[in-house]
C-alpha cells in the first residue's frame, strides 16, 4: 500500500491515489508533523474500482497551510492467499528514520567492497534518505582492514556465523529504514537504484531488480566471462518465471521481512526459499529493469566452478525437501547434457559478446560445465543416501 506525500505551496485542495492491493482498509489517524489542522478523508472502498489487479481509494487533502508534509498511519487487513485477511500496519511519509537501509554482507574481497560503497554514494537517491549496513561474514583481514575500506561510508556488524544469508539477517538487526535493499559487496548499483527500486515497491510487495554482468574489457574476455555474459543472473527470468530474485538484487519492506523471517544458511538456496516463503505467505514479487546492479564476470575455471559447487549443493538442499525431491532431482540431472545442445543457439545468436572466436569459447564452457554439473549432481545424491 502506498500514499505518496505532497509538498504545497498553494492553498488549492490535493488528492493523491492510494494504491492498495489486496489489503481491505480498517482506520487511519494523524501521527503528527503536518502544519495547521488539515481536513483528511478517505472515501471508497474495496470493490468501488480496480487499479493494477487490486482495488484502490482515494485520499483528498485540504489545509490552509502554505507547506506541510503528510504523514499518516494506516491500519490495513491484508488478504492473503488463502483468502483470510491478517492485521497490518504501515507508516508512510517522513520520519526521523532513514528511508532505506541497504544491506551488504561481504566476506574477503575489499576490493570489492570498496568499489560497491563507492557506487552506493553516488546515488540519485538523497543520501540522507538511507543507511549503509556492512555485514562482515568474519573476514580474514580482519575487523580493521574492513573499517579502514568502509572510511566512513557505512556502518559495520560482525557476523561470525557462516554464510552471505545469515550475514545479511545479522545486517537487517541494524537496520533503521521502512525499506531494506539488498546488494554484494561484489556488485556495483548503478546510480539510479534505490530511486528505482523505491518506484517498483509502490507496485509489488517486494522486488528483484536487474543485474548486468560486467567485465574488464569485451574485447579480451576470457572463456568463463563471455559464457557468464551470456548466461549469469538471468534475474527477469528468475522474477518472472520462477518467482524469485537473487539476494545480489533485493527490495522489501522491513515489515515483510519480518513476517517471513531471515535468510537461511549455506546448505540452501538462500535467495529462492526466502521468496518463496514470501509468495506462500501472499505475498507478491516484481521485476524492475531499471533498478539494476552490475556484477563481475567470473573470470577463470576456479570461479566457476567456486559458483557452481555451492549452487549446485543449495539447489539439491531445496529439492530434497519436495515430495519426490531425489526423483526430481535425478530426472533433472539426465537432462543437463542435453540442455547445452538447447542452448547453443542462444550462444550464436547472442549480442553479448562478439566475433567468431567469443563464441567458440563461451560454446566449450557450456559443454563442459554441464558435464561437470551432471557428474556433481550425481555425486550429491550418492552422498546424501
Request: proline share 4%; aromatic share 12%.
Amino acid at each position: 500500500m502506498n500514499l505518496k506525500a505532497t509538498l504545497s505551496t498553494d492553498k488549492d485542495t490535493f488528492y493523491r491515489k492510494a494504491t492498495i492491493r489486496n489489503y481491505r482498509f480498517v482506520s487511519m489517524y494523524r501521527l503528527g508533523g503536518l502544519a495547521g489542522s488539515p481536513e483528511i478523508e478517505i472515501f471508497g472502498g474495496v470493490g468501488l474500482g480496480r487499479y493494477d489487479h487490486g482495488a484502490y481509494k482515494w485520499a483528498r487533502i485540504q489545509s490552509d497551510c502554505s507547506v506541510y508534509t503528510l504523514r499518516l498511519r494506516f491500519w490495513m487487513e491484508r488478504k492473503s492467499r488463502t483468502g483470510k485477511f491478517h492485521s497490518t500496519e504501515e507508516v508512510v511519509g517522513a520520519g526521523d528514520n532513514p528511508v532505506f537501509s541497504v544491506i551488504v554482507p561481504h566476506y574477503h574481497d575489499l576490493h570489492g567492497l570498496d568499489r560497491c560503497l563507492t557506487a552506493l554514494s553516488q546515488q540519485t537517491y538523497p543520501s540522507e534518505r538511507f543507511e549503509v549496513i556492512v555485514a562482515d561474514n568474519d573476514s580474514p583481514e580482519g575487523i580493521d582492514a574492513v573499517v579502514n575500506i568502509i572510511a566512513g561510508r557505512a556502518q559495520i556488524v560482525v557476523v561470525k556465523e557462516r554464510g552471505p544469508g545469515l550475514a545479511r539477517n545479522g545486517g537487517v538487526t541494524k537496520a533503521r529504514g521502512r525499506y531494506l535493499a539488498f546488494t554484494d559487496s561484489d556488485c556495483v548499483p548503478e546510480p539510479q537504484w534505490l530511486a528505482e527500486g523505491l518506484t517498483a515497491l509502490r507496485k509489488f510487495d517486494f522486488v528483484g531488480g536487474g543485474v548486468n554482468v560486467i567485465v574488464s574489457d569485451p574485447k579480451t574476455m576470457s572463456p568463463t566471462e563471455a559464457f557468464e555474459r551470456i548466461f549469469a543472473f538471468p534475474n527477469e527470468t528468475y522474477v518472472k518465471r520462477d518467482g524469485f530474485s537473487v539476494t545480489a538484487n533485493l527490495f522489501c519492506p522491513r515489515s515483510l521481512f519480518d513476517r517471513v523471517g531471515g535468510f537461511k544458511g549455506l546448505r540452501i538456496a538462500e535467495d529462492s526459499n526466502w521468496c518463496f516463503r514470501a509468495r506462500d505467505a501472499g505475498f507478491v514479487i516484481g521485476y524492475s529493469p531499471s533498478a539494476a546492479v552490475g556484477h563481475p564476470a567470473r573470470v577463470d575455471w576456479n570461479n566457476l566452478l567456486k559458483k557452481w559447487r555451492l549452487t549446485n549443493l543449495n539447489n539439491f538442499g531445496l529439492t530434497k525437501e519436495k515430495k519426490w525431491g531425489r526423483f526430481r532431482w535425478a530426472g533433472r540431472t539426465l537432462l543437463l547434457p542435453i540442455s547445452a545442445l538447447a542452448h547453443t543457439p542462444k550462444v550464436l545468436l547472442s549480442n553479448r559478446i562478439q566475433g567468431f572466436n567469443q563464441r567458440l569459447m563461451a560454446l566449450r564452457v557450456l559443454y563442459i560445465l554441464r558435464l561437470w554439473r551432471f557428474f556433481d549432481a550425481i555425486r550429491l545424491l550418492f552422498a546424501e543416501a
